[in-house]
Nanobody, 117 residues
Framework: QVQLVESGGGLVQPGGSLRLSCTAS????????MGWYRQGPGKERELVAD???????NYADSVKGRFTISRDNGKNTMSLQMNSLKPEDTAVYYC???????????WGQGTQVTVSS
């Protein structure tokens, strides 16, 4: 069974940084588009950033210039470097793995990020 395990969440002050990591197991990691989604209090889950198996990245407008997504296909890991954090970045962040052929969609359990002074 595929497993996605997130780590790196926590409490940080506005303007601070955090790095989230997602480790995948029991999957052919390189064929999946990997992504970070978040769900804030009272909000719907939204895409933060994703990265294709070949390294093409895509970011939500709200995080462009502040967040950087990366992956290491040799280690089955994906990371999200978050800088200049704002209170509105507070959310549960979820790791996602998606493939089209075969059609698969997997989620991690989520990690809490809280930006507050």
């Amino acid at each position: 069974q595929v497993q996605l395990v997130e780590s790196g969440g926590g409490l940080v002050q506005p303007g601070g940084s955090l790095r989230l990591s997602c480790t995948a197991s029991r999957m052919l990691f390189s064929i999946y588009t990997m992504g970070w989604y978040r769900q804030g209090p009272g909000k719907e889950r939204e895409l933060v950033a994703d990265i294709s198996g070949g390294g093409i990245t895509n970011y939500a407008d709200s995080v462009k210039g502040r967040f950087t997504i990366s992956r290491d296909n040799g280690k089955n890991t994906m990371s999200l470097q978050m800088n200049s954090l704002k209170p509105e970045d507070t959310a549960v962040y979820y790791c996602n793995a998606m493939s089209k052929i075969p059609p698969r969609n997997y989620w991690g359990q989520g990690t809490q990020v809280t930006v507050s002074s």
